[in-house]
């Protein structure tokens, strides 16, 4: 793989959140960079100081480009943004920004990304399936969202905080029909309809490094074998709520490969590079040995 030397017409780029320490993303945009021998280069910025908006600020001042959106910010951004694409309107979620001398235009590739992960990870498709998510931040909008797109019978969404559960249940509802419906832990309806589930998505932030052993199993919540189950975390790579689901004979499935999907797209939209479906797969293997030797 060719590398290339960081000199003045480098194109800057960031990962812009909080708990980014482990994130692969800009390890990765970066191999990606190196491989097509394109001269460019992702920078980990840490927002919990000074916030999303300064941080956006100052990027721009030392004339970056644009950079990846992180948790907890992809909902945050709407009206500071010049532009907004239809992708991140229809889920009310950014998670990459491209920056230029009329501003910043936010855009949401995470929709296409978990489209195209899910059937590449557990052989299936989502058509027809009972979806039951766990969360409601910006990663809960856009699997949400993509579970629509793809014909999903229903979509039960169950969030500590019920009212922005319900917002995202009303997002969904208002463009496809009355699938999506918000959830609380205590209702028998809540518990019908995890039991009844296709697919259960962990969307949280429960059970990341360093709280490892948080659990987000309510009492009355047995996982039963015929549940897949997919977790938004990567690192630990095996979280506590996959473990009791492997011990309970579930189907489980990490989401880290759908970050490589939505590299690629990242990639893609802000640098206008095309990328292949020849080097795409290449670049798959490329991520295989940097996910899983981390």
């Known amino acids: 793989m060719p590398r290339r030397d960081v000199d003045g017409k ?3 780029y960031a990962l812009a959140g909080q708990h980014i320490n ?5 390890m ?3 191999a990606i960079s190196n491989y097509i021998g394109y001269n460019s280069i992702m920078l980990p910025i840490d927002t919990q100081k000074n916030g999303i908006v300064k941080c956006l600020e100052a990027i721009k001042i030392i004339n970056c480009a644009g950079g990846v959106i992180h948790s907890p910010h992809r909902c945050e951004l709407n009206d500071f943004l010049t532009s907004v694409s239809e992708e991140a309107l229809k889920c009310n979620a950014v998670n990459v920004v491209k920056i230029d001398e009329t501003g910043f235009h936010g855009h949401n590739t995470e929709v296409s990304a978990f489209r195209k ?3 590449v990870i557990t052989g299936d498709d989502l058509y027809g399936k009972k979806i039951f998510i766990f969360g409601s ?4 909008h856009s699997i949400a969202v993509a579970c629509a797109e793809e014909q999903c019978a229903s979509i039960t969404i169950v969030n500590r905080t019920h009212e922005k559960s319900q917002m995202l249940c009303d997002l969904i509802n208002s463009n496809y029909g009355d699938i999506a419906f918000s959830a609380s832990f205590e209702d028998s309806t809540t518990i019908h309809n995890f039991y009844n589930a296709d697919v259960l998505i962990q969307a949280t932030t429960v059970g990341m490094f360093p709280q490892i052993e948080e659990n987000l199993i309510y009492n009355g919540y047995n996982l039963m074998p015929h549940h897949t189950v997919l977790e938004a975390i990567y690192n630990p790579p095996q979280t ?3 473990r009791i689901a492997e011990e309970k004979g579930c189907k489980v499935f990490s989401l880290r490969d759908m970050m490589f999907f939505n ?4 990639f893609q939209w802000l640098t206008g590079v095309y990328i292949d479906k020849k080097n795409e797969k290449n670049l798959f293997n490329i991520w295989h040995d940097l996910i899983y030797n981390m």
Do not use: D, E, L
């Open 137 to 140: 931040g910006g990663i809960s």
């Open 117 to 119: 992960v899910f059937p």
């Open 240 to 242: 506590k709520f996959m």
């Open 22 to 26: 482990f994130s692969p993303i800009p």
């Open 28 to 30: 990765f945009f970066n």
């Open 10 to 12: 480098t194109s800057m």
């Open 263 to 266: 590299c690629i797209q990242v």
